[in-house]
């Protein structure tokens, strides 16, 4: 059993995007949202898990918009400038330190980013969560590099604190509830 599906950066995330779904996976990461499990996208893993990922400019090939997997509510834009920096922050939740770099194309929007990941040490809010606490998103590189943050963030998923345990939790008071 699968506990966590990563969704790594990629270099032409359209077409990474694109085998996804030729391949069937997108049916299979559904499934394993729909039986609990955590989802993490990073650079253009994160861009995949939005509702749309739009190239007006013919970046990574013909101008188009893509419909992605729809798992947080963003949208991306493809930019012609690119983003590179190192970043340095930690995870909202668990206050976990993180470090890594940011080398990304794209302008990310939408009301998931209102529930962010991560807190920047500029201030600034990164990433995105779900509204049921399963998908994280985050333009952050290296981000499971630190020990700390990654003995952390498993931890929480070993002891059931992300949805698992909600939505066992959850099937076992609708099972009470129809008996």
């Known amino acids: 059993e699968v506990d966590v599906i990563i969704l790594p950066g990629s270099k032409t995330t359209i ?20 039986r609990g499990g955590i989802v993490v996208g990073l650079c253009g893993g994160y861009q995949m898990l939005g509702t ?34 190192l970043i340095g922050g930690y995870e909202i939740d668990s206050g976990a330190v993180v470090n890594g770099y940011e080398m990304h194309i794209g302008i990310t929007n939408g009301p998931d980013l209102t529930n962010p990941w991560l807190k920047l040490d500029d201030g600034k ?13 985050c333009y952050l590189h290296g981000i499971f590099s630190q020990d700390s943050f990654r003995s952390s963030f498993l931890s929480r998923i070993r002891s059931g604190h992300f949805s698992k345990t909600a939505y066992e939790t959850q099937i076992e ?7």
Request: charged letters at 20%.
């Open 15 to 34: 077409a990474d995007l694109k085998s996804i779904k030729n391949e069937g996976w997108d049916i299979d990461i559904f499934a394993h949202v729909r």
């Open 52 to 85: 749309t990922i739009t190239d007006q400019d013919g970046i990574e090939g013909p101008p188009e918009t893509i419909s992605a997997l729809g798992l947080l509510n963003i949208q991306t834009n493809l930019t012609k400038s690119k983003k590179l920096a």
């Open 125 to 137: 809010n990164e990433g995105a969560i779900s509204n049921n606490g399963q998908i994280f998103g």
């Open 173 to 179: 008071r609708t099972l009470n509830n129809l008996a």
